[in-house]
């Protein structure tokens, strides 16, 4: 099986994170890593290769420092690696994601086809989790998102996903894209030898002119919404915190009842 | 929510489709702020998906938030998937001439939101806090980001807009002398094998007592500190009328299911009251619930993080903070007669 899976570089969820005054996430801060929701697409990927024999790609679409992404999933196991970057790319909103990471995919069929796309359930910089649906609609795949539990079986794959007020299986015929949830496994830590390993592994670059997609219909210049204005929260006012004194529990329903919140 | 100062007539007169969150006959809450919001940025139309029309009390609630007609599309969306959702609303949308088009912030929605925008080449935004238009009669959205710390204003700038609101962010107002809406049915015919997915079971939750999650206007959440009994977290949910949320240690250790998940990866929440207990207040739980009105913590440690965010902290032990809040909210409701 030839199996892709998209990983993407984000601002760690643990700094201080912020937007530029073009309203663009502020990727300059140098403390960004691989999307923790992508470790598990990339464990997902590494088990159903394992299980069923293939190949994985990882791939990103970023600026240079995105290549941390892709080389954090080689130290995990994958066996190669693209990296779409480009100048234009600058400002892509998500339509201009998927287009373009779905040229990568169509790409790397070439050769020997793509059986499954794996992603991960959402992108903690944005937190859209629309990518898995736009590149099936791209890719013209069928797709089976937010798997908790996926397993591949007669050129299908087939998952679990628990939804608000239900939970469905979903059964997706190969070629795929799937999107993962952060309960669907426990990702791998590199070792010693995957972290070695890794150096020696294969990160391809790509223009947008490589993959023939045109620079006016992605970046900023072509995205369908623009960032007007983005403003950090001011702080809560008016905060209280209080010891509990044997009485707390009892000054709470006053406050609540007071703030006409019950 | 404010709608700009004169919105053009143009701006005023476009129908806006409303895609109605029901169970069964009865509308949901977060369809009535949908058309709430609907009406500050143009003309509400509804879309029903479901075996039968709306009639009755369902009708009129719809007619009584402002859909002036409500567009009957015969499927169960329960079994479709979003590709398929997005496929019949189409039908909707190029009935209409529809440019925008709100839904419910769920998962399944901006799924669904996802493939209509691509087909529609839309302008899409999910998550949204709110939506206004600007004098020159564009859409503009707001969203919070990176965990709530930020909030953006952005300007769709593509012709067509599928926009999905979260629930709680724009009350549900009713407009006086409203008509009952009239019903347009179109006929739809839900291509089973988009993309040759199929879907091969659904199991609907049993509906709880207590209000759902996303739409409850109090939420009480337990963390890692009540050592796996809800008893304490479920009872003051009942006293304050709210839902019972958890932190995804109480998930992951089986305490509750995994739908009562607050944060990043499980449901965003936005509730007039918040109340953590034995909650730490990690940034992956923070991106689910910052945005929620007024935030009571109640943690043993006075460093927990969650205290950065609170409106009101109590430093002390859940066990009997909580029953004591019950105990005296209920005393106080008794008290002044609405018990
Ligand atoms: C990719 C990823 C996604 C995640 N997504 C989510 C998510 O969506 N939602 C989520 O919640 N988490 C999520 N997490 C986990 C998150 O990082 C935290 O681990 C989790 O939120 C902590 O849960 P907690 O507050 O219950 O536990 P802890 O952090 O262990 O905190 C327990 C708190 O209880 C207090 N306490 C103990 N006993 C008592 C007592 N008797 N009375 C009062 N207080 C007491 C302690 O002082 C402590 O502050 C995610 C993690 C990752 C890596
Ligand atoms: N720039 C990118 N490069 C590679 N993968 C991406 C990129 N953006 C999004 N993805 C993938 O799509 C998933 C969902 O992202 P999003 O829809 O942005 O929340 C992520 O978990 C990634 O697997």
């Known amino acids: 099986m030839k199996i892709v899976v998209c990983v993407k570089h984000v601002p760690d969820v643990q700094a201080d994170r912020r937007f530029t005054d073009d309203g663009l996430v502020d990727r300059t801060q140098g403390d960004g890593t691989l999307n923790e929701l992508d470790e598990n697409a990339v464990e997902a990927a590494l088990a159903l290769a394992e299980a069923h024999g293939g190949e994985v790609v990882a791939l990103t679409m970023g600026p240079a420092d995105a290549e941390d992404a892709v080389r954090r999933a080689l130290q995990m196991g994958a066996d190669q690696a693209v990296h779409v970057q480009d100048d234009a790319l600058a400002g892509s909103d998500v339509f201009a994601t998927a287009a373009v990471l779905a040229a990568a995919v169509r790409r790397l069929g070439e050769d020997a086809p793509v059986d499954l796309v794996v992603t991960g359930m959402a992108a903690l910089d944005g937190l859209m989790s629309v990518v898995p649906s736009l590149l099936a609609a791209e890719l013209g795949t069928s797709q089976a998102t937010l798997a908790a539990e996926l397993a591949v079986e007669d050129g299908a794959v087939r998952v679990r996903r628990d939804l608000d007020d239900a939970t469905e299986v979903v059964r997706a015929p190969l070629p795929a894209v799937v999107s993962v949830t952060d309960q669907s496994n426990q990702p791998r830590y590199p070792n010693f030898k995957g972290i070695m390993a890794a150096r020696k592994k294969p990160v391809t670059t790509w223009s947008l002119a490589d993959l023939g997609v045109d620079a006016g219909a992605v970046g900023a210049a072509g995205a369908r919404t623009r960032v007007l204005q983005a403003t950090p929260r001011p702080p809560r006012e008016n905060r209280v915190l209080v010891t509990d004194d044997g009485g707390a529990g009892t000054q709470l329903a006053a406050y609540l009842v007071q703030n006409r919140l019950v | ?339």
């Open chain 2, 1 to 339: 929510m404010t709608s700009s100062g004169s919105p053009s007539d143009v701006a005023s007169g476009d129908v806006v489709l409303v895609v109605v969150d029901h169970q069964g006959t009865t509308v949901r809450n977060p369809a009535l702020e949908l058309l709430t919001a609907a009406r500050a940025i143009g003309r509400p139309e509804a879309v029903w998906l479901g075996g039968d029309a709306p009639a009755g009390a369902a009708l009129e609630t719809l007619g009584t938030h402002g859909a002036g007609v409500v567009h009957h599309l015969a499927v169960d969306p329960g079994g479709l998937l979003p590709a398929q959702v997005a496929q019949v609303l189409r039908v909707a949308v190029e009935a209409t001439g529809a440019r925008t088009v709100l839904l419910t912030s769920t998962f399944e929605n901006k799924e669904a939101s996802a493939h209509l925008a691509f087909h529609l080449g839309a302008g899409l935004v999910v998550d949204a806090a709110g939506v206004e238009r600007d004098d020159d009669g564009a859409l503009v959205t707001v969203q919070q980001a990176f965990a709530g710390t930020w909030t953006l204003r952005s300007v769709v700038t593509a012709e067509h807009a599928v926009v999905a609101l979260k629930a709680n962010a724009v009350p549900a107002e009713v407009v006086d002398g409203a008509p009952v809406p009239q019903v347009v049915a179109h006929p739809v015919v839900a291509d089973a094998s988009v993309g040759g997915a199929t879907l091969v079971e659904r199991t609907e939750r049993p509906v709880s007592e207590r209000p759902s999650l996303t739409e409850a206007q109090v939420v009480v959440v337990g963390g890692r500190g009540t050592n796996g009994d809800f008893s304490a977290v479920e009872d003051l949910a009942d006293a304050l009328g709210g839902a019972v949320g958890a932190t995804r240690v109480a998930t992951d250790e089986g305490w509750i299911g995994h739908e009562a998940q607050i944060g990043q990866t499980g449901v965003t929440v936005s509730p007039r009251l918040y109340v953590g207990a034995g909650v730490s207040g990690a940034v992956h739980h923070r991106g689910g619930m910052q945005s929620s009105g007024t935030i009571v913590a109640i943690n043993n440690d006075p460093e927990a993080p969650i205290f950065e965010i609170a409106d009101y902290g109590i430093v002390g032990d859940l066990t009997t903070v909580l029953p004591q809040t019950a105990a005296e909210v209920r005393r106080l409701r008794a008290e002044s007669g609405e018990a």
